[in-house]
């Protein structure tokens, strides 16, 4: 039977537009109905899109101006080397800036598609292959299937727990995914090696309704997502971090 959840609170939740009652019924029932999250991956890959689209580069009143003026301006002799130089300050400008929009939307749609494959992953019914809470059992799990090998941190004492691991895939190549519980709150550790991911990506950020950290160590590019605040995942970055300096 269809779930009676409407498309407006989903379109809301990922917006974060619901008031803290009612976002916090939505993420609860997230937590039992694959259904609707499904359309809640759906809505933050629109909105992804939108993003992208809305962040292309698209020139300047002023700099169309100058290439007007550059071009139909009296020819004077040798009047054209001042010309072409500005042309050319301005060609190399226009391409940085290119480069650097392209690089920051690249950036955005890898961590749009990380928190698209830890959204999917809860909503399964099986969301992890090898089910234990103590990491000398997930770790050697992960042994034979990948090219590279992690450590995992003793959380003892913290108030996070691990619910097992899986294998994941960005740009088709095979990486780690661990799932911690928090306060009933799932967040998803993918790890891959950092010369599969190939393109920059910024340290820390939002994604919707979910927080992200990221960061490269020891050859590795690890994943932290979670629907927690920054304050909540930052004590798990640190044991992981602290855990990756061992091997």
Known sequence: ????????????YADAELAPERAAAIEAHLQSCGECAVRLAQALRLKRSVSVAGSRYEPSAEFRARVRNSITARPRRFAWIPAIAVAVVILIASLVAIRVITARAVS????????DRHVSVLAAANPVEVVSSDRHTVKPWFQGKLPFTFNLPEIAGSAYVLEGGRMSFLNQSP??????????????VFIFQERDVHVPVSNAGRNSSFTIETWNQGGL???VVGDVSQGDLR???????RAASNI
């Open 1 to 12: 039977m269809a779930c009676a959840t409407s498309n407006t609170d989903i379109m809301q």
């Open 108 to 115: 955005q749609q890898l961590l749009a598609e990380v928190v």
């Open 175 to 188: 990486g780690a995914q661990l799932i911690y519980d928090l306060r009933q709150h799932r967040i998803s």
């Open 221 to 223: 590019r690890y994943f």
């Open 235 to 241: 004590p798990l970055v640190d044991l992981l971090q």
